[in-house]
């Protein structure tokens, strides 16, 4: 079992930046791929970006491209979304997830949130005009 927990979110002013966390505790982390998603009222779910077990391989949604960043930090079992000039259709509520994956591969774009073995509650994240 894999214990996600997101912070980080809030309030920010469009151009502005944020940067959120998905801690992980119970199993080792490091045996995971992580996903961020996220879902705005009215809107279905959508990938963000994602990152392999190593760290070295990322994947990023075409919208979030030049503007996201994601890492982890596998001594502090986290991974960390930099979200830089949010724009308002950035607001949703953001949610990590954890796949099992082999060490270099990351989660295709195309991977569907339901098919991550572990979820995080999510975290609000609101950019205001």
């Known amino acids: 079992q894999v214990q996600l927990v997101e912070s980080g979110g809030g309030l920010v002013q469009a151009g502005g930046s944020l940067r959120l966390s998905c801690a992980a505790s119970?199993?080792?982390?490091?045996?995971?791929?992580i996903g961020w998603f996220r879902q705005a009222p009215g809107r279905e779910r959508e990938f963000v970006a994602a990152?392999?077990?190593?760290?070295?391989?990322?994947s990023y949604a075409d919208s979030v491209k030049g503007r996201f960043t994601i890492a982890r930090d596998s001594a502090k079992n986290t991974v960390y979304l930099q979200m830089n000039y949010l724009k308002p259709e950035d607001t949703a509520v953001y949610t990590c997830?954890?796949?099992?994956?082999?060490?270099?591969?990351?989660?295709?774009?195309?991977?569907?949130?339901?098919?991550?073995?572990?979820w995080g509650q999510g975290t609000q994240v609101t950019v205001s005009s």
């Open positions: 119970g199993r080792t982390f490091s045996n995971y791929a």
């Open positions: 997830a954890a796949a099992t994956l082999s060490y270099g591969m990351v989660p295709s774009p195309s991977r569907g949130f339901g098919s991550y073995d572990y």
């Open positions: 990152i392999s077990r190593s760290g070295g391989s990322t």
